[in-house]
């Protein structure tokens, strides 16, 4: 099994930095979902993240920085209103998709022009990218498809001795996946609803954004993904849900339909408790499409495609 050292622990850093520089990974704690780094400048290294997830090497990963003074060296061309978010977002869950330089492998970004990054809100997170003094790729530390980890238990149990090392800073305060934005099209694109809702950034950025056209092109846009071993269904309120359940033997209600903030922080781990329980169906609440909702809702309907 991989070792785990807590983020508290004089040495952890130091650790976490030793691995990452001799090309190893390190379940890296953000607060979203712990990711599975490697720095972004040593090839091989990149390529264990794909091994050791088994994702598909066409999918990019997110570029992790630890200060917006570091991102003209990985993206070029980058609009004033994307910049604009960054400084007002940064550090937060806000992925910006932008057009990359040639300091960033094609590995990185399985093969396209443009690269996502972001900077994680979690200290002990950007402590290690700065003393690693280079950008860190890191998707989501699990099995490619798979419910996302929001412990560091979580990656221990789905990657076990692939990763080399783990810092446990406990569970993610936010525990889902940033929000995508595509800057690289004519207008603005919500490749990816997440952790910053996306009528906050319209706030700021003083327009909509555009739903997204074309191809796959960033993390957690296919259309099954997020899923646990059961099968999860959908609700759209409580009242359905426990109707579906008289009818559905050896199932569970998601908790927390009512609080999106408690019901985003929680969803990974209940879904991975359920399967640990040997539940056979999860029932999933839609919740209201405003704040963190739009972000459950798009993680319940991935797990939910059959």
């Given at each position: 099994m991989s070792s785990i050292v807590s983020s508290h622990s004089p040495d952890a850093i130091e650790r976490a930095v030793s691995?990452?520089?001799?090309?190893?990974?390190?379940?890296l704690p953000t607060e979203t979902v712990y990711?599975?780094?490697?720095?972004?400048?040593?090839?091989d290294a990149v390529a264990k993240i794909f091994r050791a997830k088994g994702r598909p090497s066409d999918h990019p990963l997110i570029l992790h920085i630890s200060d917006i003074s570091e991102l003209d060296r990985y993206a070029v061309n980058v609009p004033r209103v994307a910049m604009t978010l960054a400084e007002q977002c940064w550090p937060g869950p806000l992925t910006l998709l932008l057009h990359k330089t040639s300091a960033v492998s094609p590995l990185v970004t399985g093969g396209r022009e443009t690269v996502a990054i972001r900077i994680p809100a979690?200290?002990?997170?950007?402590?290690?990218?700065?003393?690693?003094?280079?950008?860190?790729?890191?998707?989501?530390a699990n099995v490619f498809g798979h419910?996302?980890?929001?412990?560091?238990?979580?990656?221990?149990?789905d990657l076990g001795d692939r990763v080399e090392l783990i810092v446990d800073d406990?569970?993610?305060?936010?525990?889902?996946?940033?929000?995508i934005v595509d800057f690289t099209t004519s207008d603005p694109q919500l490749l990816r609803p997440g952790g910053f809702p996306a009528e906050d950034l319209e706030s700021l950025m003083g327009h909509n954004l555009v739903m997204p056209s074309g191809e796959s092109r960033a993390s957690g846009m296919l259309a099954s993904h997020y899923a646990p071993k059961c099968t999860v269904v959908l609700a759209n309120?409580?009242?359905?849900?426990?109707?579906?359940?008289?009818?559905?033997?050896?199932?569970?209600?998601?908790?927390?339909?009512?609080?999106?903030?408690?019901y985003a922080a929680s969803l990974y781990s209940q879904m991975r408790q359920a399967d640990s329980d040997g539940v056979d169906t999860i029932i999933g609440v839609l919740?209201?499409?405003?704040?963190?909702?739009?972000?459950?809702?798009?993680?319940?309907?991935?797990?939910?495609?059959?």
């Open positions: 691995v990452l520089n001799a090309g190893g990974l390190v379940g990711g599975l780094a490697a720095r972004a400048d040593i090839e979690n200290e002990c997170a950007r402590e290690i990218i700065r003393q690693c003094g280079h950008g860190l790729a890191a998707p989501s419910v996302s980890p929001s412990s560091a238990q979580h990656v221990s149990d406990g569970n993610c305060s936010i525990g889902v996946e940033s929000t309120d409580i009242t359905e849900a426990h109707d579906a359940q008289d009818s559905i033997p050896n199932s569970r209600i998601l908790d927390h339909w009512d609080n999106t903030p408690l919740p209201p499409i405003s704040g963190l909702g739009s972000a459950i809702r798009d993680r319940l309907m991935k797990a939910s495609f059959l």
